[in-house]
Every structure is written in C-alpha cells, then in structure tokens.
C-alpha cells in the first residue's frame, strides 16, 4: 500500500509564496517520475511540475520562473515551491507519481489527497 500526503496549502496574498510537500510511504522501491498537478474549479486537471527519477525539471509555461519543484529522496518527499503567486494559480493541487512497489513488482501512478491554495487579497 503506498500513500501519497500533501501539507502546506492555504490563503495567501498576491504576490506571496507557498510551500507544499508531498510525503510518500508505503512498500516503495523506488521512483519513477514525481508531479505536481492542479485543478482550478471548472477547469481540467493539468501538470504543473515534473522532476524525473534523474534530476529533470519541466514546468507549465504558466509557472516558468516562478515555481520550482525539488524532491529529498532520503525522506521520500517532494516539494513545490511557489512566488509570485496570482489569483490564476488559485486551485487543488495534487502530487502525482509513478513508481515501482515492493506489492506489485511494476510501475504503478498514485495521487494525493489534493490541498487548497487559495490566492486572494
């Protein structure tokens, strides 16, 4: 069983900063790709940030510059650091990632729970 935790959602005003982890546990092998997406209400699901298993970093066009997702492998977490924030990036945001399980013996996709991030004066 492999769980995935988001923690550091909340209000903040435009122009300020946020940062969520995401905690994985569970019978965990190893990684594949680790994601952050988002969903905004009355819109998809969309990937914000990747970081591969081999250090590599892209980014929706909307975030360039101004979120950076980082992982800390020893501690099975991933974090997304995010400045600058508007009332666009308002939205759930869920951690996303494939990975190999101890269970199953192949790549499996898991999801948060999602946390609310709230930009707004």
């Known amino acids: 069983q492999v769980h995935l935790v988001e923690s550091g959602g909340g209000l903040v005003q435009p122009g300020g900063s946020l940062r969520l982890s995401c905690a994985a546990s569970?019978?965990?092998?190893?990684?594949?790709?680790m994601n952050w997406y988002r969903q905004a209400p009355g819109k998809q699901r969309e990937l914000v940030a990747r970081?591969?298993?081999?250090?590599?970093?892209t980014y929706a066009d909307s975030v360039k510059g101004r979120f950076t997702i980082s992982r800390d492998n020893a501690k099975r977490t991933w974090y997304l650091q995010m400045n600058s924030l508007n009332p666009e990036d308002t939205a759930v945001y869920y951690c996303?990632?494939?990975?190999?399980?101890?269970?199953?013996?192949?790549?499996?996709?898991?999801w948060g729970q999602g946390t609310q991030v709230t930009v707004s004066s």
């Open positions: 996303n990632a494939d990975l190999l399980t101890f269970t199953s013996r192949r790549a499996e996709e898991f």
């Open positions: 569970g019978s965990i092998i190893t990684f594949y790709v």
């Open positions: 970081i591969t298993s081999g250090g590599i970093t």
